[in-house]
């Protein structure tokens, strides 16, 4: 069961955590939508979930995409290394088919750009870890190239699924294809912040997630 964020209203405002930001960029902060223990709590579980699709003692490549999942990496792979006996490797990838404003309209084509060499992985098993499900390009991308390089065995694990409100047939499809193994978070069809993820660059230092007004 993939948990859903409805959290109590009084961990909603930031300074519930003891979290202080400078004054424009609080205002954008609507409310905390996964507090911090909520996360550290999934991430554990989500690592113990995982362990179990690599036999005991083997190794395994970590790729976070970057940038939006490095935190969220970071913790999911020194979990995964405490609840079992793998052999933890990391190798970065950066892939983007968004740029640094917020939000997409969804026209157009959209390339996915991905910085990873075949030799970095081809053979090996893998985690792929991004931050978040949205119209699911990227991971329809990595996933792609990935077999075409010939990767045994591959887990895909995102931190949070949005919810679409009305998706277009052709990002179903996409969607499909990204079919990530395991999800942190269900989300609404929201623009969220923190835990890696950024509002125009803003924010990704929080230790929650929450949501961002970007129009204002
Ligand atoms: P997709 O390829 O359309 O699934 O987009 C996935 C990427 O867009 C994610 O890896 C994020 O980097 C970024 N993204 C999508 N939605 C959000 C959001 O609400 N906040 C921050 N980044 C997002
Ligand atoms: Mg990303």
């Known amino acids: 069961m993939v948990p859903e964020t409805g959290i109590d ?3 909603a405002t ?3 955590h003891g979290i202080q930001l400078p004054r424009a960029l609080h205002r954008i902060v609507r ?5 911090p223990a909520a996360l550290q709590e999934r991430v554990r579980e989500m690592a113990r979930l995982l362990a179990e699709h690599y036999p005991p003692e083997s190794e395994v490549v970590v790729t976070p995409v970057l940038t939006g999942a490095f935190m969220f ?3 999911l792979g020194r979990a995964l290394a405490q609840e079992s006996t793998l052999d ?3 190798a970065l990838t950066k892939a983007g088919s968004y740029g640094a404003a917020m939000g997409v309209d969804g026209s157009g084509v959209r390339t996915v750009i991905i910085d990873l060499q075949p030799s970095d992985v081809a053979g090996r098993s893998m985690l792929l870890v991004d931050d978040i499900l949205d119209h699911g390009f990227t991971l329809a991308a990595l996933r792609d190239r990935l077999s075409a390089w010939g990767v045994r065995n591959v887990q895909v694990c995102v931190l949070l ?3 679409l409100e009305d998706p277009e047939p052709q990002i179903l499809a996409q ?11 269900e989300i609404p069809d929201v623009w969220v912040a923190g835990y890696g993820l950024d509002a125009a660059g803003s924010l990704r230092h929080l230790p929650c997630i929450v949501s961002v007004d970007k129009d204002t």
Request: contains cysteine; charged residues 25%; positive net charge.
């Open 73 to 75: 990496a970071a913790d």
């Open 88 to 90: 933890v490797h990391f």
């Open 161 to 163: 699924n949005k919810q």
């Open 175 to 185: 969607r499909a294809k990204a079919a990530p193994d395991l999800v942190g978070f």
């Open 31 to 35: 409310r905390v939508l996964i507090p």
């Open 9 to 11: 209203p009084d961990c």
């Open 14 to 16: 930031l300074a519930a």
